[in-house]
């Protein structure tokens, strides 16, 4: 908490005071004192902060005894835990619910960064074409390279990915009606563009099957040794908490940005790197999950702003618990099978996105 | 600067307009159907012909459903197409871009996931059909009546609720698709992806009387159509009931759409770029021409397009993909050229 | 101080700010006035590395715009644009906050929050400070982005068109606030103004442009006269003195 002066008895050093003519608001309000520290939207903050923790701890133990191997809470509790029920949650278990949290939360943040890079509320990366490049990288490095390791092959899916936003980009810089809606159209259509691509390309080399497996995001083969690419996930996310204030001011527009004195071409350039790479992280260990970074941002910013030092953090959290509570759902559905997280979210997703639009807030940009 | 240079630019153009003119390389609207109509025969003949050796009855008989399954859905597509664009009073439109097709993928789904499986497999397809095409009636009516209505003029607005209730459309289609079980899932596994060459011959002739039927009505309504796309306001004002010929419109689309996706699947763009040429080579003031043309050019693409990828590239399932691929660049292409507000 | 020399801006071939040198070095109010596309806004984006420049320089305190790291200009300059049609979700007490990013690097230390709050009372923002922009009007809205220009706490600070969007009320408020600003705290003001009574009102000096060049740039009682309004808009106006101030007004 920083000290606090009475409005009243503010030092005039950095302006004059109002001529008394002027309807001037009472000095000492209690608006006045209730400074930045206090400020609503801040309480707001810390409130869904720390509910988003509790409500994502309960998802991570549920989505722990959930599944079709023999371990449940009754297991624990009748005392027949043995080696081999540990080993079961230490190789699937584990490893399954942390990679829905690990991939919900870095996809939720590069969604709203891709939010803030185009100044548009209604994009995120699966819409504007960096999910599907990233797919399209993955697809042409296997038929080239198929042998390179894990780490390689998500590297050059990046660089599509990269390829891919930095043309929407283009794109959209191109537009001449700055509509805030038309910039999400012209995102799904060059997404669809760049799928189909990578459909054909799959086809003609009969890797139809891989693609479906980039494309549909699934959780249900993750074990341990699987899905530790993701934690670099979270660490771009940690970065891109690192750098909010400029994404946010990244987000106000160039002139603001260049005004406040931000080298607004490189905070972008950074912004693409981050967004491209967790895009690619996603895409090559658990495949494509939809809508997260779209509706989960919107969702947040509705109730606490766009300040991104505030809400980076609520929005990795819930889009953390909005994947796993979507993985649990999808193996409860129709046990013992499993419906995949992608197609859940698909579902979800653009019913929330429906909402959103429908609900007509006037949009950025 | 600016203001003195603005004026006189404008003037330039309309006199560049005026003295280069159309008359000078540019066919008239019937000379260029007449052109279209030749070239569409021309590769409907190629189609049919290239390439046959030894049993020509054979032959005839493997591509004549095909060639017809393919003149059906071009016709069915552009059509659909076209007036769809009148009503909403913009050319960027497209049933596809909208979500219809989706819609129907969805009702398809729906009714096995209902039904069950066995009952499914045991009606008749033609019967299934007719039942599909009667709830894509309905909930096209309810759905986009009141997204085109008028109530939104917001064009952004509408493309957008539009393409995003495809996608919703499509995720529950395949949600669904998921829970059913592998039998059924097997039964609707082609639904997604469009192809020529798996054409459900045996929903080709209802289709095709289908087709006859909503075409005559939309030829009976042509006129009304000119008047419409002077605009809602000026439409009602020369006695147009739109909103009556809104209704009637969004049903025959509603079948359109059903028998396109019921024979090969979607095609998201196909419409938009075939609508799109015909305007470019004919215009759009007079309905019976535009349509005429966007159908032309349909089965010119189709059957062309098939033509060149089985016997020259040796593609055989591709051509679905490879519309949606230049349909999509051209989408974009005309969001970009014209900015339209 | 702010050292414009021979600044030209091109679109294609149209010179949108044709060799435009000016030097503003003392505390003060100066208007640009002119009309629609005579290249004020552009001239501003350039002084205020916007936008590139395509021949001349520009200096602010004799540091060129094009070669100066932006986070040290920004300690020196300010500018607010027009357009500022972005409706971001920030509340008012956040945007003006990050008008002390140059200075804390988003780090706010108590003097920052000193500072915003000042910005905050003076544009008769505290009851507004924690509603967010898209739920005000435009002219609150207007109000806050200038308040996080005033809360950058730059020497010079450029202003296109701000009394846009503001009553009759709020823009008196708005001049009044550059005078004291200018007059007080020793700021160079530099503001696009539509209205020329207002320049007439709250400037020391008046810079006017047309097509692109400045074509006179003086005190107020030089610039304002008939013979260079009529000049300048292509309009005859009657200029006279109103108790002392200077008022353009037009014929019946």
């Not at chain 2, 080709?204 to 809602?232: C, E, H, K, M, N």
């Not at chain 2, 439409?235 to 009637?248: C, H, K, N, Q």
């Not at chain 3, 044709?18 to 009309?35: F, K, Q, Y």
């Not at chain 3, 790291?69 to 300059?77: F, S, Y």
Request: glycine fraction near 8%; aromatic fraction near 6%.
């Amino acid at each position: 908490m920083v000290e606090r002066h009475h409005a009243g008895e503010s030092p005039t050093a950095a302006l004059p005071r109002e001529p008394a003519a002027r309807a001037a608001p009472e000095p000492d309000r209690p608006v006045a004192r209730d400074g930045h520290p206090g400020s609503p939207s801040r309480r707001n903050g810390q409130k869904l902060l720390s509910l988003g923790l509790l409500t994502l701890a309960v998802l991570f133990v549920i989505s722990l005894f959930v599944g079709v191997g023999d371990l449940s809470v009754r297991t624990l509790l009748a005392g027949t835990w043995d080696a081999e029920t540990m080993r079961l949650m230490l190789v699937s278990r584990i490893p399954r619910s942390a990679a829905a949290v690990l991939a919900g939360a870095s996809l939720a943040v590069a969604g709203l960064l891709m939010q803030m890079l185009s100044s548009n509320r209604f994009v995120e990366p699966s819409t504007v074409g960096t999910t599907e490049a990233a797919a399209l990288g993955m697809v042409v490095i296997t038929i080239f390279a198929p042998d390179a390791s894990i780490l390689a092959k998500m590297l050059f899916a990046a660089s599509f990915a990269l390829l891919g936003t930095l043309l929407f980009l283009v794109l959209i810089r191109r537009l001449r009606s700055k509509s805030s809606l038309l910039v999400p159209l012209v995102g799904l259509i060059l997404a669809g563009i760049i799928e189909s691509t990578a459909y054909f390309v799959a086809y003609r080399n009969d890797l139809l099957q891989s693609l479906g497996a980039w494309s549909r995001g699934d959780f249900s083969m993750i074990l341990q040794g699987r899905y530790e690419l993701l934690w670099i996930g979270l660490a771009l996310a940690a970065i891109a908490l690192f750098a909010a204030d400029r994404f946010t001011l990244a987000g106000l527009g160039r002139d603001i940005s260049v005004t406040l004195g931000i080298a607004y071409e490189r905070i972008v350039a950074l912004g693409l790197v981050i967004v491209s790479l967790i895009a690619a992280l996603t895409v090559v260990t658990v495949g494509e999950i939809p809508f997260v970074g779209l509706v989960v941002p919107n969702l947040v910013t509705m109730a606490m702003g766009d300040n991104g030092r505030r809400i980076v953090p609520v929005v990795a959290i819930c889009g953390a618990g909005l994947v796993l509570a979507c993985d649990i759902i999808g193996r409860l559905v129709r046990f013992p099978y499993e419906i995949s997280v992608g197609a859940i979210m698909g579902v979800a997703g653009s019913l929330l996105f429906l909402i959103l639009l429908s609900r007509g807030r006037p949009a950025r940009g | 600067m600016a203001d003195v240079a603005k004026p006189a630019n404008g003037e330039t153009l309309r006199d560049r307009e005026h003295r280069s003119g159309r008359r000078v390389a540019w066919p008239t609207s019937r000379q260029m159907l007449a052109l279209l109509a030749i070239l569409a025969l021309a590769s409907c003949l190629v189609f049919m012909t290239v390439g046959v050796r030894g049993n020509w009855g054979f032959v005839l008989q493997l591509r004549a459903p095909k060639l017809l399954a393919m003149i059906v859905v071009g016709h069915a597509i552009a059509l659909s197409t076209v007036t769809l664009q009148t009503l909403a009073g913009n050319r960027i439109l497209a049933p596809s871009i909208m979500g219809f097709d989706s819609l129907y993928i969805l009702i398809q789904t729906l009714m096995v996931f209902l039904a069950g499986t066995a009952l499914a497999m045991a009606i008749d397809p033609i019967a299934l059909f007719i039942a599909e095409t009667a709830v894509m009636v309905l909930f096209a009516l309810t759905l986009y009546g009141k997204l085109l209505g008028g109530a939104t003029r917001d064009l952004h607005r509408l493309l957008l609720v539009g393409v995003i209730l495809g996608v919703f459309f499509r995720s529950t289609a395949s949600f669904l698709q998921r829970l059913l079980d592998p039998n059924a899932f097997l039964v609707l596994q082609d639904t997604f992806y469009a192809s020529f060459n798996t054409v459900r011959s045996d929903l080709l002739l209802i289709a095709a009387v289908l087709i006859g039927i909503v075409t005559a009505i939309f030829w009976r309504l042509v006129p009304q159509f000119d008047v419409l796309s002077l605009g809602r306001d000026t439409a009602t004002s020369l006695g147009v009931d739109s909103t009556r010929l809104t209704r009637i419109s969004l049903g025959l689309i509603a079948v359109l759409v059903s028998v396109s996706v019921a024979l090969v699947g979607p095609l998201t763009f196909f419409g938009l770029l075939v609508a799109s040429l015909a305007v470019v080579l004919v215009g759009s003031r007079r309905h019976a021409e535009t349509i005429l043309a966007a159908s032309l050019i349909a089965v010119i693409c189709l059957v062309g397009g098939q033509t060149v990828l089985e016997r020259v590239f040796q593609f055989d399932t591709a051509l679905g993909i490879v519309i949606e691929f230049f349909g999509g660049i051209a989408f974009i292409a005309i969001i970009l050229k014209r900015g339209f507000t | 101080m702010i050292e414009a020399a021979a600044l030209t801006k091109l679109y294609g071939k149209a010179r949108v700010v044709d060799e435009a040198s000016l030097t503003l070095a003392s505390p003060g109010v100066t208007a640009i006035i002119g009309p629609n596309g005579a290249g004020k806004s552009t001239l501003l984006s350039m002084i205020a590395r916007l936008l590139p420049i395509d021949g001349g320089r520009a200096l602010i305190d004799g540091l060129d715009v094009t070669r100066t790291r932006g986070d040290e200009l920004a300690k020196r300059i300010s500018i607010l644009k027009q357009e500022n049609g972005l409706m971001a979700r920030l509340t008012a007490r956040d945007l003006i906050g990050f008008g002390r990013f140059p200075h804390s690097k988003g780090r706010l230390t108590p003097t920052d929050y000193e500072k915003i709050e000042e910005a905050l009372t003076f544009l008769d923002l505290l009851p507004f400070a924690d509603r967010f922009l898209d739920e005000m009007s435009g002219g609150q809205r207007q109000r806050a982005f200038v308040a996080m220009v005033l809360a950058q706490d730059t020497r010079a600070i450029l202003l296109d068109e701000p009394l846009n969007n503001l009553d009759m009320r709020h823009a008196v408020a708005m001049m009044r606030l550059m005078r004291r600003a200018a007059d007080e705290l020793g700021k160079i003001v530099v503001v696009v103004l539509h209205d020329i009574n207002f320049a007439c009102a709250y400037a020391d000096r008046i810079i006017a442009m047309q097509g692109g060049r400045i074509v006179v740039d003086g005190p107020v009682e030089e610039v304002v006269s008939e013979e260079t309004i009529e000049a300048v808009f292509g309009l005859p106006v009657m200029v006279r003195d109103v108790e002392g101030q200077r008022t353009c007004l037009f014929r019946a």
